[in-house]
């Protein structure tokens, strides 16, 4: 389950950017047009509240540290960071949704799995930590605030929405106008979804993901950012899953209880997933048996489970084929 909170949640993933701007160890962000990031700016000094408290940035920051896939939002200004979260499911940090937007192929890829390398963050000399999804926070705040300002999570991580982390980021780096367009077209696409397929409206899903033999770390919790993008498009967490599964685990003698107009299963490796289809106990799931279970590979698994501004409209290119069969069953 540590495994599943500190990286599979904390997968983002992939594809270089041609023609963007982009930053190393010892350059400032810099936008895909090449220019600063600081043009166009909003006002500083900007103070924003957290969980931890109270945080100021003095200035345009130039160079920012992403922890927790804040690299998204800042992609839709043009903005690469100089560190990122490191995705061990795709550790060259190359993410589709950032073609064409961003290229950090020069940033630095932090280990944010295990203890963070205060050392190596101090290095980078940021000048901007953004930790909004950062779930080890609270670990390591006070350390990180000693080395540049820290925009956290008002409540706790993972719980927050994607268009509430974006306002937040976009309000740190002066461009809080330009991420509410970007927000806003992401939010159109999730509602032009919904409209092409109005029969996904009250159907039920299921997502689970297969990190070890027998070991079943399943979704159980309707408020968490896990769960937004199903609930936007009509979708509720399927009877099965609220009843029997405990803490987010569920036992292989219970996997049935993943049937549900929509499973979603990934798979840590392609051997588990080899392993799984031979199991009487999975294939024999109405869902499975009927092709509306999409097993996925542990980076979209991870995509799907931590929504973005981004990996949104992505995500939902991967699931489109399977949701239009659930949308148009009775």
């Not at 041609?18 to 930053?23: F, L, R």
């Not at 509410?180 to 409209?195: E, F």
């Not at 159980?220 to 399927?238: C, E, F, M, N, R």
Request: glycine share 8%; charged share 20%.
């Amino acid at each position: 389950m540590r495994l599943l909170v500190a990286v599979l949640l904390a997968i983002v993933a992939l594809v270089v950017a041609a023609g963007c701007g982009s930053s190393g160890s010892d350059g400032d962000s810099t936008s895909a047009t090449g220019a600063s990031a600081s043009a166009p700016a909003g006002s500083f000094p900007v103070t924003l509240t957290d969980k931890f408290g109270s945080t100021t940035i003095k200035a345009q920051p130039k160079r920012i540290i992403a922890l927790s896939y804040e690299e998204d939002t800042l992609a839709t200004l043009g903005i690469t960071p100089i560190a990122y979260a490191k995705n061990e499911y795709k550790a060259d940090g190359v993410f589709p949704w950032l073609q064409g937007k961003i290229d950090l192929s020069k940033s630095a890829a932090l280990d944010t799995s295990s203890d963070l390398n205060l050392e190596q963050i101090a290095g980078l000399r940021p000048d901007l930590i953004l930790a909004t999804n950062f779930y080890n926070l609270a670990d390591y705040h006070d350390r990180l605030a000693k080395i540049a300002p820290v925009v956290a999570y008002t409540e706790d991580a993972g719980i927050a929405t994607w268009q509430e982390n974006s306002t937040i980021i976009g309000k740190a780096v002066g461009r809080a106008a330009d991420v509410q367009k970007a927000i806003d077209a992401t939010t159109k696409v999730i509602q032009d979804t919904k409209s092409d397929l109005p029969g996904l409206a009250g159907k039920t899903f299921s997502y689970a993901f297969y990190y070890e033999p027998g070991g079943l770390a399943v979704i159980d919790d309707p408020k968490t950012v896990s769960v937004q993008l199903y609930s936007d498009l009509g979708l509720k967490l399927a009877p099965g899953v609220t009843a029997n599964v405990v803490d987010r685990s569920l036992s292989m003698e219970k996997i049935g209880s993943l049937d549900a107009d929509f499973l979603l299963i990934g798979f840590a490796t392609d051997a588990l997933k080899t392993e799984l289809n031979a199991n009487k106990l999975f294939t024999d799931i109405p869902a499975v048996k009927a092709g509306r279970a999409l097993q996925v590979d542990a980076f979209t698994a991870g995509a799907v489970n931590n929504p973005t501004i981004l990996n949104i409209p992505w995500q939902l290119d991967q699931l489109k084929a399977t949701l239009t069969k659930v949308a148009g069953t009775g």
